[in-house]
């Protein structure tokens, strides 16, 4: 078993969080994990990636070889389709709908959507909108985690205890709007 | 116990377990993680480790080998760069040698994320002679920081240990160990002379370190992180360092690449093991994250023994950190591609956050200068060097740290006036004090604008050494007090903050303009604490 999976979107739209609870789900399930990430200067608004890997096998690279990612997991539609080189012809595009806009350039969205539905496996979610119905616009990282889950060779359960264990500290209330985000995300999926 | 680390947090949590006294960092990507670990580890609290940021890599070097002396385990953290600003003192601390082991660690940022080089360390490990360890794993820096503490007392010598980005900031399960080493208590050296380096003394101690460095080269030479494996392809070796083994064995575990490998991630490198590969094999293929410093001194000057592939013959990228493709390419192995960027995915660079005080600064500035003409603002390292970008394109240097005001002050010897520095707090108490000082002590006619957040911001929010003394030590330095201006970089402040940096453009003296005003990022975070805080009150 192996999953690859590129995680995408803008400095600060909690792509870590999402790795930190594909982690500790990895963890819960004894799987190896290795997981790049990006630290300083493209924090600051710019685009942003993990490489997140987990295998039942040791795994070499902490980089994904490129042409061979299974998922694109994004929190921004323009940001899902940077990585594309990495995502392998079978592999699979979830990524919120709701564009993160501070360049002037920024296309127009209805053909940002197109050129992601020209890739078969996709799935388009309104992360923030059903964020916002589970309490919370900022838990559209998780919402968009839930619409992946699928695709994560893990039972649903330990990302739940996982988002469970992450938001902890931050008190009952943000787990319960996380744990209704992630559940909202893989019911979309379906 | 197993715990998910990234490579930085993974030295961390060694240097806590191997018994370190003393953490020294100034912050730096991608080493930052590295103190920033220890400073929210409850082991480390309950152990009374010391753990606070330094002006500067000089200091923060000098003041490990300062604990080192008195006999307890230092370690000192940087980037690469951070490593030139160091070297005065870690290039003489192999000629004092140690008392307590003591660990240099070198963050190299290869394809520059976050750095205005990619300089390789593993040249100072060198210059320096000393030993120097290159992980290739986090499990591997978290073994190699007991190893190194080990071998820095037993030859009595620094110890660098050199990690790059992609390990610096990948996260993976690391094995801890069950037997964390003691602290050492306090032991000043037996010799008093050791750390006193004059001529006639540095003379013998120098003689003492090129012994020492050939006692080390056995060390590698028998270093279990160094070592051989076997293939079936004889007809060419590889010899791989650091990530890029890695890298290898994603391509070649499983594969028809079935070649001999020599993984070496322990140096001075080991030539008898270089030896034995290059014997068995036609050819030789070198992949090192960083500069060729194995394919150099395997070339040689002339070049002309066994057919060498790598970073010099372009079977390897002369620049830019490696990856699983270049790797398949070297290898003559098929190189996946997936679908290409469509074209109308747009680049988005960093930038200002919204409600920065950076962006109030450049905005005055821009206008306070426009009527003296373009091509006179010095800038510095940190956040504001976003001032470069549109739409500001408004700063005309970012070089080393500290350079925005020495630089200003020699262009206006030059006849530059006026003159402009804008430098950040954090980079002014690292290294623009020494600068001003110049320019008052020569009356130097230089505009210096110290852009204010009370942090450092770029690496995330640290402690700034000069938070709410920057105005006092300006005037400690001798910048006349009516010289000395304070402004809150606001919108709403933008005609008046334009009419003050006009008035000390004009002045022919040297003029500093405190533009003052707490990052955003931090004050959202001190907000949301103070609010939790009370809340506990009330409750």
Known sequence: MKNDIILSGVGGQGILSIAAVIGLAAVENNLFLKQSEVHGMSQRGG???????LSDMPIMSDLIPSGKADLILSVEPMESLRYLPFLSFSGWIVTNSTPFINIPDYPPVDEILNEIRKIKNNIIIDADSVAREAGSVRAGNIVVLGAASGFISMPF??????????FAGKGEELVEINLRALRAGKEFAG | MKQLLLGDEAIAQASIDAGMSGMYAYPGTPSTEIMEFIQSSEKAVEKKIRMEWSS?????MEAALGMSYAGKRAMVAMKHVGLNVAADGFINSAITGVNGGLIVVAADDPSMHSSQNEQDSRFYGKFAFVPCFEPSSQQEAYNMVFDAFEMSEKYKIPVLLRITTRLAHSRASVTLTDHPVPQKIMKLPSDPLQFVLLPAIARKKYKTLLSTYESIKYDARISKYNFFRDGKKRDTGIISCGIAYNYLMENIIGSSADYPVLKISAYPFPADLVKDITSRCREILVLEEGYPVIEEGLRGILDNGIKILGRLDGVIPRDGELNPAIVAKALGLPVSHGRNIPSLVKMRPPSFCKGCGHADMFNALIEAVKPFGPGRVFSDIGCYTLGALPPYNAINSCVDMGASVTMATGAADAGLFPSIAVIGDSTFTHSGLTGILDAVNKNSPVTIIISDNSTTGMTGGQKSAGTGKLGAICEGIGVAKEHIRTII?????????????????EYRGVSVIIASRECIQTATRRKKIEASDEKLIEL
């Open chain 2, 56 to 60: 500067n890599e000089k200091t923060a």
């Open chain 1, 157 to 166: 359960s330990s990302l739940e205890n996982a988002v469970r264990k992450l």
């Open chain 1, 47 to 53: 685009d942003v990636q993990s490489h997140l890997r």
């Open chain 2, 489 to 505: 970089p606001l919108r709403k402040n933008h005609e008046e903050n334009i009419g003050i940096m006009k008035e000390e453009m």
